[in-house]
Nanobody
Framework: QVQLVESGGGMVQAGGSLRLSCAAS????????MGWFRQAPGKERDIVAT????????YYADSVQGRFTISRDNRENTMYLQMNSLKPEDTAVYYC????????????????????WGQGTQVTVSS
């Protein structure tokens, strides 16, 4: 089983940037499709971005397209989310997630497809 730990969250002004990291342990992440989801108070957990095992297939929610970049380093067992031009509506708890998959180029998009989750890291964007 893989364990996931997020870091890099914090408070930033609108227009600023943050870089989230998801460090994995217990098993190499190269076996896993991975992603970032977020949940704001009183709202459902929504997809932010996902990435395939080999990093060639990525998906972004419309709300973050062009501002966020998902990446991974399988040698370092880490996934990243670079967030630029942050907006107050990006305020949420951000969760790292993973699901083992055979296909190198496939990335799950639905939250209920993932079976490993981190504890989350808070991102707060002030106006």
């Amino acid at each position: 089983q893989v364990q996931l730990v997020e870091s890099g969250g914090g408070m930033v002004q609108a227009g600023g940037s943050l870089r989230l990291s998801c460090a994995a342990s217990g098993r190499t992440v190269s076996f896993y499709s991975m992603g970032w989801f977020r949940q704001a108070p009183g709202k459902e957990r929504d997809i932010v971005a996902t990435i395939s095992r080999d990093g060639t297939n990525t998906y972004y929610a419309d709300s973050v397209q062009g501002r966020f970049t998902i990446s991974r380093d399988n040698r370092e067992n880490t996934m990243y989310l670079q967030m630029n031009s942050l907006k107050p509506e990006d305020t949420a708890v951000y969760y790292c997630t993973a699901r083992e998959v055979m296909t190198w180029s496939y990335a799950f998009r639905a939250a209920n497809s993932y079976n490993h989750w981190g504890q989350g890291t808070q991102v707060t964007v002030s106006s």
